[in-house]
């Protein structure tokens, strides 16, 4: 995955695909340059009070290890190999725990 991506798609759009409810954040503009550590879309399995189900907020793109000191960092660290993904330590506690899409 490149370092950029475009985000075209309304928030409403984005909950219909993916049968999410909203549950935080904004409506971000579209963009045809996001870049790391931008605000995006984001959806998670979630086990709130509404219940069980998937839900759509806005979040930060690019993952801060738990060892980090300065969240800074985080927004180098925005791909992952899939075949080491649970090896590494930046990535491991991360991908077992908090995954989102």
């Given at each position: 995955?490149?370092?950029?991506?475009?985000?075209?798609k309304a928030?409403?759009?984005?909950e219909?695909l993916?049968?999410a409810?909203?549950?935080?954040?904004?409506?971000?503009?579209?963009?045809?340059?996001?870049?790391?550590?931008?605000?995006?879309?984001?959806v998670?399995?979630?086990?709130?009070?509404?219940?069980?189900?998937?839900?759509?907020?806005?979040y930060r793109?690019?993952l801060v290890p738990?060892?980090m000191?300065?969240a800074?960092?985080?927004?180098r660290?925005?791909?992952?190999?899939?075949?080491?993904l649970?090896?590494?330590?930046?990535?491991?506690?991360?991908?077992?725990?908090?995954r989102?899409?």
């Amino acid at each position: 995955m490149c370092g950029r991506y475009a985000n075209t798609k309304a928030r409403v759009d984005v909950e219909a695909l993916y049968g999410a409810r909203h549950a935080r954040g904004e409506e971000l503009p579209p963009s045809w340059n996001v870049a790391p550590a931008d605000p995006v879309y984001g959806v998670v399995d979630a086990h709130s009070t509404a219940g069980p189900g998937r839900e759509l907020g806005v979040y930060r793109w690019g993952l801060v290890p738990w060892f980090m000191k300065d969240a800074k960092a985080g927004a180098r660290m925005i791909n992952a190999r899939g075949e080491t993904l649970l090896d590494k330590p930046a990535y491991r506690q991360a991908a077992a725990q908090r995954r989102l899409l």
